[in-house]
């Protein structure tokens, strides 16, 4: 079975702040990690991907397979990145995307 | 205007009723998503679609039914026989089963009077 936790349900840091929201997975084999994002009357839609390794509007995620935990990072928090993040979980079969809880980041001015 | 259409927005219906949630893409994707998400819960899926005239269940298919008679559509009926009906929930789609990218719609609010 595969599993997300995300252990923050609500995340409050002042503009300029370092950002870490943390996500934990439980899956026997190679999963594919995701970052969604919901901001405010907006879709959910997708922030980043682990096997791109890029950066998104300043956020950062790697893949940390020994604590199997893909924690997204932003060394200065803006308050335009206020939202509702969830992070995901794809097994190799694909198809089945897990989510976590969500954790609602409130970045203050 | 690309994308998932989910209709309605709001819907209120009494106990013992069914209801059907709409849910169309024109993105010509061929896996389609129900989910349904509560606070602190996150998203959790009820059904999803590989290909037309296939489904498969999630893990809260209890009480839901679904179809998928066309490509670009995945209707969601919530029957009677769920007992906690009143939730936000999301349609999705993706390119093909094989990929975590999911193009979610804006959503339709059940509430259970």
């Known amino acids: 079975a595969q599993r997300v936790t995300q252990p923050e349900k609500l995340l409050s840091v002042f503009k300029g702040a370092p950002v870490e929201l943390k996500c934990n997975y439980s899956?026997?084999?190679?999963?594919?990690l995701f970052w969604y994002v919901q901001y405010s009357r907006q879709r959910l839609q997708l922030l980043l991907r682990h096997i791109s390794r890029e950066s998104i509007k300043g956020f950062t995620a790697d893949l940390n397979k020994g604590e199997t935990s893909f924690h997204l990072k932003k060394p200065f928090a803006q308050e335009e990145d206020s939202a509702m993040y969830y992070c995901?979980?794809?097994?190799?079969?694909?198809?089945?995307?897990?989510f976590g809880e969500g954790t609602q980041l409130t970045v203050n001015p | 205007d690309g994308g998932i259409t989910q209709s309605p927005k709001y819907l209120f219906r009494k106990e013992g009723q069914n209801v059907t949630l709409s849910c169309e893409q024109n993105l010509n994707h061929d896996a389609m998503y129900w989910y349904r998400q509560d606070p602190g819960q996150g998203l959790r899926l009820i059904y999803y679609?590989?290909?037309?005239?296939?489904?498969q269940k999630g893990d809260i298919a209890e009480g839901y039914s679904v179809s998928r008679e066309k490509k670009e559509s995945f209707p969601l009926t919530v029957t009677s026989a769920q007992k906690n009906p009143t939730a936000f929930y999301l349609c999705?789609?993706?390119?093909?089963?094989?990929?975590?990218?999911?193009?979610f719609g804006e959503g339709s609010r059940l509430t259970v009077l």
């Open positions: 679609s590989q290909i037309v005239n296939d489904f």
């Open positions: 999705a789609s993706s390119v093909s089963r094989n990929t975590g990218e999911l193009f």
């Open positions: 995901a979980l794809s097994g190799t079969s694909g198809s089945r995307l897990t």
């Open positions: 899956y026997s084999g190679s999963p594919e």
